[in-house]
Nanobody, 114 residues
Framework: VQLVESGGGLVQAGGSLKLSCAVS????????MGWYRQAPGKQRELVAD???????NYADSVKGRFTISRDNAKNTVYLQMNSLKPEDTAVYIC?????????WGQGTQVTVSS
């Protein structure tokens, strides 16, 4: 099982990016999919996650700016990031969970310049 992220890059403050994460390989019934981020010298933190039902959860710092969505048929999760700020700069890491295991992607760099 692999989680393959795409969509990171360099953007100016106020800009937008959309991240995608596709799960490849056979994986039993994914419950939660989400995005975490880790900035240099800081702990990994949850950005947003989404249940199979569509229920979502966001970090306070991104509420109103980021939107998480998923395509269950494709085992893919997306993160639309708007009004980006320099403090959003981090490696964004995809996560998928089922009742058996937790899976992580390699991460994709997002850099927001001021």
């Amino acid at each position: 099982v692999q989680l393959v992220e795409s969509g990171g890059g360099l953007v100016q403050a106020g800009g937008s990016l959309k991240l995608s994460c596709a799960v490849s390989g056979s994986i039993f019934s994914i419950n939660f999919m989400g995005w975490y981020r880790q900035a240099p010298g800081k702990q990994r933190e949850l950005v947003a996650d989404i249940a199979r039902s569509g229920d979502t959860n966001y970090a306070d710092s991104v509420k109103g700016r980021f939107t998480i969505s998923r395509d269950n048929a494709k085992n893919t999760v997306y993160l639309q990031m708007n009004s980006l700020k320099p403090e959003d700069t981090a490696v964004y890491i995809c996560n998928a969970q089922n009742v058996i295991n937790t899976y992580w992607g390699q991460g994709t760099q997002v850099t927001v310049s001021s």
